[in-house]
């Protein structure tokens, strides 16, 4: 008796769980300039990106709009960009074509908020405006208030 109570309790737990709406839209997209895809969720009142971005080029309403950016890290304070491939200052690449893909590339902090070096970032007050940088038009970093909603 003790068990078939125990199970029909997991069954209305897991049902009821499973029946929860999901608090956001899921039905947007968004098409950066190179014609990558990517989809978008509604979460509140904001529209958040659910894949990592692949863009090699500024947008056309973004501050450099056009630029393509560069994968060395000649100079540590440039834009610039890694899929993985080239060598990092503090990453390491053990990631297979496939993990690369879904992971998207990283940008360091100048290449995603479209500085022309770090240096100017921190005088034009960083991300604490909202910067499109390396986004998709009608996209940008989050700033911190943003990030913590």
Known sequence: ????????????VLLSACSQQIPYDTTKSV??????????????????????LK???????SEKAGQILTTSETDANAPYYTDGRQTVTGY??????????????LY???????FT?????????????????????GFHLPTIEEWDV
């Open 1 to 12: 008796m003790k068990i078939k109570l125990f199970f029909i309790a997991s069954a209305i």
């Open 31 to 52: 098409i950066d300039c190179q014609g990558n895809t990517y989809p978008v969720v509604k979460i509140g009142e904001q529209y958040w990106m659910a894949e990592n």
């Open 55 to 61: 863009c090699t080029k500024y947008d056309t309403e």
């Open 92 to 105: 390491s690449d053990n990631l297979t074509e496939a993990q690369r893909e879904k992971l998207g590339l």
């Open 108 to 114: 360091n902090i100048a290449a995603a908020g479209g």
């Open 117 to 137: 070096e770090l240096e100017a970032m921190t005088k034009t007050g960083g991300f604490g405006t909202q910067r499109q940088g390396i986004c998709p038009n």
